[in-house]
Nanobody
Framework: QVQLVESGGGLVQAGGSLRLSCAAS????????MGWYRQAPGKQRELVAA???????DYADSVKGRFTISRDNAKNTVYLQMNSLKPEDTAVYYC???????????????WGQGTQVTVSS
């Protein structure tokens, strides 16, 4: 059973930074792709950053150049460094493991509690 625990959210002013962490258990972390997602009030959950088992990364256009996803396989943890935050980044942020079942990616675990990020203007 995959368990995901997100942390690191908070209240920050526009232009500030936060670093989110996600600790995973119940999976062989090193062989799984991971993703960070967010859900703003009244909106659908969206993928904002992804990293493969080999370390390749991909980002939503809205966060490119500002967010960086990374992973530490020794700690079974994936991180999201968020810089130059904007009020529109306000959302609950979640992580999940991902698997490719051609032609789409799908999430493996149940969604955790997430961590709230609030960016004030």
């Amino acid at each position: 059973q995959v368990q995901l625990v997100e942390s690191g959210g908070g209240l920050v002013q526009a232009g500030g930074s936060l670093r989110l962490s996600c600790a995973a258990s119940g999976i062989i972390f090193s062989i799984n792709a991971m993703g960070w997602y967010r859900q703003a009030p009244g909106k659908q959950r969206e993928l904002v950053a992804a990293i493969t088992s080999g370390g390749s990364t991909d980002y939503a256009d809205s966060v490119k150049g500002r967010f960086t996803i990374s992973r530490d396989n020794a700690k079974n943890t994936v991180y999201l460094q968020m810089n130059s935050l904007k009020p529109e980044d306000t959302a609950v942020y979640y992580c999940n493991a991902r698997t490719y079942t051609g032609p789409i990616w799908r999430e493996i675990g149940s969604w955790g509690q997430g961590t709230q990020v609030t960016v004030s203007s």
